[in-house]
Nanobody, 115 residues
């Protein structure tokens, strides 16, 4: 079992920055992949960033150069730094962890970017 607890998010003006964090507990040694997914109002969920254990991060084209995944394995924490935010980044952001064929989800956190 893996448990994910998210923090961060909130309201920011366009051009601003926010940092989301996801602290993972439980069987963390089984995690093979971490990802950040967002769901904008009225839209499908989309994966904005992901990283394989020991691998390089991958980003959705629309966030490349603006979003960065940070890992702190000592704290079992993955963070998503979001810079130069635009209103289209508004949505609920979830972290998820892939571990031994199961996908575990954080509770989600709202990011609201005002124009």
């Amino acid at each position: 079992q893996v448990r994910l607890v998210q923090s961060g998010g909130g309201l920011v003006q366009a051009g601003g920055s926010l940092r989301l964090s996801c602290v993972v507990s439980g069987s963390t040694s089984t995690i093979g992949r971490m990802a950040w997914i967002r769901q904008a109002p009225g839209k499908e969920r989309e994966e904005v960033a992901a990283i394989l254990w020991g691998g390089k991060p991958e980003y959705l084209d629309s966030v490349k150069g603006r979003f960065t995944i940070f890992e702190d394995h000592a704290k079992n924490m993955w963070s998503l730094e979001m810079d130069r935010l635009v209103p289209e980044d508004t949505g609920t952001y979830y972290c998820n962890a892939w571990a031994r064929g199961e996908i575990y989800w954080g509770e989600g956190t709202l990011v609201l970017v005002s124009s």
